[in-house]
């Protein structure tokens, strides 16, 4: 929708939010939104835009996507707990694409390590290493 040839965002937050006034059901106009927010560092906006997209339904890969880049707003605004929850979630949804599970696994990790868990962060590490190898196979 929002995307050129390189799989990088077109147009403002402003302009996007022009289509969700017009189209306020489209959960890909709040995905992109989101992401154009977050890259303006408005993180706050970003988590909101990823949640009301993933409450009215995307496809899967940006379900797991919407999920790890609220998650990484969300370690930027301080919600280790939020963050935790939207990296647990990729895994637990298990995406066939390794590289996703991979990172998914290695956030979650940080942000263990970041909440004081050493331990879970490198059960975390671990199995961000096995995906890893997996996914050379």
Known sequence: MLKDAMGGYRGTATEISRIIAEHPDNAE????????RSSCEDYEGAISDFSKALNIGLRFRETITA????????I?????????QDFSEIIKRKPTN???????????ALVKEKMGDSEGAVKD?????????SSQF
Request: aromatic content about 8%.
């Open 29 to 36: 106009a709040y995905y992109d939104r989101g992401n154009a």
């Open 67 to 74: 999920y790890g880049n609220r998650g990484m707003a969300r």
């Open 76 to 84: 930027k605004t301080g919600d280790l707990d939020g963050a935790m």
């Open 98 to 108: 390794r590289r996703l599970l991979c990172t998914a696994y290695k956030n979650r």
């Open 125 to 133: 590490r671990e199995s961000a290493g096995q995906q890893a190898l």
